[in-house]
Each structure stands twice: as C-alpha cells, then as structure tokens.
C-alpha cells in the first residue's frame, strides 16, 4: 500500500452505525415554541388576530419597531427548565426541540451578531437555553433546536411568508443568511453541549446555493439529526408531517409528526380548543404504529409558565405510558396494513395491539398466522388471556371489560418472522381515466407515499379501477394525498365495486387533503373503483390508493 508518511491525516469524526437509533427508539418527544409573541398572546391593538399565535407579527402586519417593544414586557421570572424537563419526561417524552429562534427571529439565547435577543432585549436579560440544556443533560433527555433559517421578520433580509411589509425589513437575503443566520446556527450547535437535532422550518425562498451555505456547518456534526425544512433540495434525515397523521406512514425514511395540543404553537390567551388526553394518546398509538415519532407542543406564556390544561394533559399521557411504554419505545410499524379494531406494534417476537375498540363479545381477532406462544394485558399481566389459533388468524379470549379507559394495549409473543397477507392492492396494475405524463399510475400502488398519479389537465372528475385477481372482502380504504391541512385541498370520493356487472356505490366522502382512511361494512368484490373530484378547479392527485381485506 502507497502512502505519504509526512502528510497528516484528516481528523476521523466517529459516525455511529446508526445514527437515528435513539430517535427512532425515543417515539416521543417534547417541542416548545416560545418567543416574544407570548406577550401579545394574539391580540394586537386589543384585537384578536386570528391564526397560530408565533405569526402575530405576520398576520397583523406589525411593523418592526412596534413589534419589538413587545420584548420590553417578556420577562419569563417563572421559567423553571429543571421542572419543564422533568414534566416532559413524567409524560414519556424522551427528547426536547426548542425554538431557539422562530420567525420573529428573537433568539432565546445570547447571540454575538445580533441585539435582538433575551440577553439584550428584554429585562430578564439572561440566555435562556443554558439551564434547559443543562436540565436535559442531568435528566438524559435529548435536547434539539428548531432554528427559522429563512424566515426572519426584525432583521433586514429576511424573508416573510406574503412579502414585507415594513421597508425595515428590506435588505439582502444572502447578506442576512451570512450574517445572521450561518453564524447563528454556529452558535446554537457550538455553545450548549451536544444538540441532538437541528430543526428547520419553512424554507421560503430558499434555493440551493442559500441552503448549501448551512451544510459545511452541520457537517462539524455528524450526529446531529436534520429534518426536511432546510429547502434548496436538501432531504435532511427526517420527514415532518405537521398537524396531521399520514395515512400509511413513510415507509423506508425516519419521520416525526409535529402537533398542537390546541390550535396555536406559540402562547395564545384565546385558544382553549384543546385537544383530550384520550386523543393524544391514540395519536400517539397511531403514529407509533405506522413506524413515526410524535413531537407535542407547548406553548408557554411570557412569564415562562407552560398553560396548565397542557400540564394536566402530559401528566396523564405519562400515568398511561408508565404501564404501556414497553408498546410504543424501540417499536417498528404494524407488521398489518389494517385492524378493524385499533392498531399494533412490533418489537422483535413480540407484538402489541392497541386496541381501540374493545370486543363486546370478548374474542378480539388478529390476521397472523405465526404460532402465538403467550398474550397478556399490559395493564394486568396477571389476567389470563387464552389463545386459540388456526391458520388464518388467531383468536384472543379477553375479559369483557377494557383495562384502560384510554387505551388498552395486549402484549403476544410469537414464532418467527411476522407473516400476514398483503395489502390486496399492492402491487397491481390499475386502469385510470387518464394520466399525466409525470405522474405514472404504478405510483398509486408502489407504497411509497411520496410518489403520486394525477390525470391530464383539465381532468377535474377522474377515475382509478382496480382488478384484484380474486374475489375479496374489503372493509376499509385509505389514499395518501400530497398536502397539509392548511392547503385545504379536500378531494371528494366515491368508491365502488362492481356486481352483475354494474358498478355498486359503496362509499363516498371527502377527504381533507392530508390522506384519508375510512371504514365501511364489508364487501366482498374483485373490481373496486375510485372516482376522485380534484378540488379548487385542480385535477385530483393521489399518493397511493389502498383497500383493506375484512378480518
Ligand atoms: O410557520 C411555522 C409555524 O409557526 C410552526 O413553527 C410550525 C411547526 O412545525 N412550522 C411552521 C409551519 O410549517
């Protein structure tokens, strides 16, 4: 082997085999969006500015010297991180994502290339996330950082959602990425220990060359995890759903879905509209089953007090996950692509049903035909659950009552490797009203959500067909779309099979956009059909289409 003894060889930064283990372990964790929008906590000029409470400025077109005097009266006195660490791990949450700067482009720390954050804006003028780093390391909870890389309302050059309004806030947006937001991220990942993950958000008028000017920085960090917001084609490692579950998950990437426990991410004193503890845990239960994380919001007040109804809320999430965590941390997806009952999990031989609808009749059944050595509830190990199997599925004997008022979660061991039919769907070729050239129609049954169909232009009322070889029975049907609530690109639907010939409506409703699951008596078919009306004057467009077989 040649080698030049005299030259010294670059320095090895240890990449760990996988990267993503802890985070794909972790399942849950903590997100905090905090700034100085909390003191107008969505009123401006004694107004209600409608919409999420951290774009105040935005939707209320504040200018900029307006803006900042609201820093005068953020003094969070009450900020207890020690507490804030230890109620997110009481929940089960196994990591933090704090807004170390948002929109506003208020750092929550001590920057050197600007004024306008805590340290020099506000009277309690000390850096924020020092003592809540300090509180992860103690507690083991893993700390990351969302940082608004392209957004920025206050320092010139920033970009703006809709266009400034203020002329202060003109200027270069290369200017503005150099030398605020290059070293800035510098200093986030430099000054506070190890930052487990680096969250981007809202890549307007990103581009490639904007975007690459982060990547030698990240690189000093091969730990760090980043998700897809940077912009300028950049995948980062996780995908971000927001405000919604994906109907079948991201089969094949990492990918967390962020959420409000009411309606606002930042501190609104107005938006009361929170979520129950019941539907967070089952959100949770659904995300886990498809293989995701779930990152849960707080939005704490000016004074530095995170709103009680979310306190309340996460402690009980966490009295639930004191006995059920073993269902949701180091889990994979459902090995099934559909349970009439609710959903499941996997870990290595074991399996776990999170049953939302208990049996009235006491049978609960599972579409596995591996042997089943042993089941048991969770929340009463004790309890015998008898087993009876055939090659089909197994059957459950389970008390008449659910354990768990929330959810109620059944632990089975099994033999070998999961074996299940397939989604009746997969792999087939459907027949299609038409097609756009760049949008092929084997992307509708490939499994990847992220790849769609869509007609030719003009092709408002579409149609998919689909042959499945044999006669089967069919209780649900989910789609992937391609959009986030906010779009509000609601397709309308209905779906049919064919009998004697003729085409039998099954069902039919709208979808929100998002993806769309929905379940209907059993029919039992081999020709199934998909009309699709696109919305707002557009064609339709889909990710996937899947039928699910009756148990
Ligand atoms: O504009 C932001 C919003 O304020 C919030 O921070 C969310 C959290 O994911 N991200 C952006 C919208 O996608």
């Not at 990547?215 to 980043?226: D, F, M, R």
């Not at 069919?474 to 690109?489: K, T």
Request: net charge negative; proline share 7%; hydrophobic share 40%.
């Amino acid at each position: 082997m040649m080698f030049n003894s005299c030259k010294q060889a670059p320095e090895q930064k240890t990449v760990p085999e996988d990267r993503m283990q802890w985070w794909n372990d972790a399942k849950f964790g903590l997100f905090i969006h905090w700034g100085v929008y909390s003191v107008p906590a969505g009123f401006y000029q004694e107004k209600a500015v409608p919409g999420i409470g951290e774009w105040i400025m935005n939707r209320g077109k504040i200018p900029v010297v307006e803006y900042k005097k609201y820093s005068n009266q953020f003094n969070p006195v009450k900020y207890d991180p020690k507490a804030w660490v230890k109620m997110a791990k009481d929940a089960g949450m196994k990591y933090i994502v704090i807004t170390s700067k948002h929109h506003d482009g208020f750092a929550l720390f001590n920057s050197k290339v600007t004024d306008w954050d805590v340290v020099d804006a506000t009277p309690y003028g000390k850096d924020l996330l020092k003592p809540l780093a300090e509180a992860c390391r103690e507690e083991g909870i893993k700390l990351g950082f969302y940082y608004s890389q392209a957004q920025d309302w206050n320092h010139p050059g920033g970009a703006a959602s809709g266009g400034h309004w203020d002329k202060a806030q003109d200027g270069s947006m290369d200017e503005y990425i150099d030398k605020i937001a290059v070293p800035q991220v510098k200093e986030i990942l430099s000054n506070y220990g190890d930052i487990a993950i680096l969250w981007w958000d809202t890549p307007t008028d990103m581009n490639p060359e904007r975007a690459g000017k982060f990547l030698p920085v990240i690189a000093g960090y091969p730990n760090l995890i980043t998700n897809n917001r940077l912009g300028g084609g950049i995948a980062g490692d996780t995908e971000t759903p927001e405000q919604f579950i994906p109907s079948t998950g991201f089969p094949g990437r990492n990918w967390e879905v962020c959420m409000t426990m009411n309606d606002t991410w930042g501190f609104k004193k107005d938006d009361n509209n929170w979520k129950s503890t019941k539907d967070l845990i089952l959100k949770l239960s659904d995300i886990v089953s498809k293989g995701g994380n779930f990152l849960l919001n707080v939005g704490p007040t000016s004074e530095g007090e995170i709103p009680q109804p979310s306190i309340g809320r996460l402690a009980q999430v966490g009295q639930w996950m004191k006995v059920n965590s073993e269902a949701v941390y180091g889990t994979k997806a459902s090995p099934f692509p559909y349970l009439p009952w609710g959903k499941a999990t996997l870990k290595g031989q074991k399996l776990f049903l999170h049953v939302i609808a208990w049996p009235t009749d006491g049978i609960l059944k599972l579409p596995l035909m591996n042997k089943v050595t042993k089941a048991w509830l969770l929340a009463s190990p004790d309890v015998a659950v008898n087993i009876k199997q055939d090659a089909a599925r197994v059957e459950f004997s389970v008390p008449a009552q659910a354990p768990d008022s929330l959810l109620s979660i059944i632990a089975v061991e099994f033999e070998g490797e999961p074996a299940v039919l397939p989604v009746p769907t997969r792999g087939k070729t459907p027949v299609v009203s038409s097609v756009d050239t760049s949008a092929a129609v084997a992307n509708l049954f490939d499994g990847n959500p992220k790849t769609s169909w869509k007609p030719v232009a003009g092709e408002n009322k579409a149609w998919i067909e689909v042959d499945l070889g044999e006669e089967v029975m069919i209780e649900n049907f989910s789609v992937a779309e391609p959009w986030h609530p906010w779009h509000d690109h609601g397709q309308e639907f209905v779906l049919q099979c064919k009998s004697n010939g003729k085409w039998i409506d099954v069902v039919s409703g709208k979808t929100n956009g998002c993806g769309h699951s929905q379940d209907f008596s059993p029919v039992k078919g081999q020709y199934f059909r998909l009309m699709i009306t696109g919305s707002k004057g557009e064609v339709p467009v889909l990710n996937e289409w899947i039928l699910n077989r009756a148990l």
